[in-house]
C-alpha cells in the first residue's frame, strides 16, 4: 500500500490547496455561504468539488489494483495521470469558466485512468474467477 500511499498524500495535498483558496477568498470577500454570485468564488468551488467527487474512486481503484499485487511501474502510471489529470482540470476551471485546455485535457484523463483501472480491477476478478473454478 506504499505506492496508493503516496497517490493519496499527493491528493490530499491537492485537496487542501484547493479547499484553502476558496477559504482565502470567502474571507477576503465576505462571503460566508454559497458562491455570493461571484464567479470566481464559483470557479474555485468547483476547482475544489470536483476534485473531491474523482479523488476518491481513483484512489480506491488504485488500492484495489496493489492490493491485487499489480504491477508496481502500471500503479504509478495510473497514479500520476491521475494526478496530472486532476490538476490540470483545476488549473481549466480556476482559470476559465467555460470550457478550456486544462478542463478537457483533465476529463479525458480522468475518464480514461479510472475506466482503466475498473476494466483491469474487472480483467483481474475474471482471472481470479477461472483460476478458482478450476
Not at 57 to 83: A, D, K, S, Y
Request: no cysteine; hydrophobic share 55%; charged share 15%.
Amino acid at each position: 500500500m506504499r505506492i496508493t500511499g503516496l497517490y493519496a498524500a499527493l491528493a490530499t495535498v491537492l485537496i487542501l490547496v484547493l479547499a484553502a483558496r476558496v477559504i482565502a477568498y470567502r474571507r477576503r470577500h465576505k462571503i460566508g455561504l454559497g458562491d455570493g454570485d461571484d464567479g470566481e468564488l464559483r470557479k474555485r468551488i468547483r476547482a475544489h468539488g470536483n476534485a473531491i467527487e474523482y479523488l476518491p474512486f481513483g484512489l480506491i481503484l488504485l488500492l484495489l489494483l496493489e492490493l491485487n499485487q499489480t504491477v508496481p511501474l502500471l500503479l504509478h502510471v495510473f497514479g500520476i495521470v491521475l494526478i496530472f489529470a486532476r490538476l490540470a482540470h483545476a488549473w481549466g476551471v480556476s482559470r476559465h469558466g467555460g470550457i478550456s485546455p486544462g478542463r478537457m485535457v483533465g476529463v479525458v484523463l480522468t475518464f480514461a485512468v479510472l475506466l482503466a483501472m475498473a476494466l483491469l480491477l474487472l480483467w483481474q476478478w475474471i482471472g481470479w474467477t477461472v483460476i478458482t473454478l478450476h
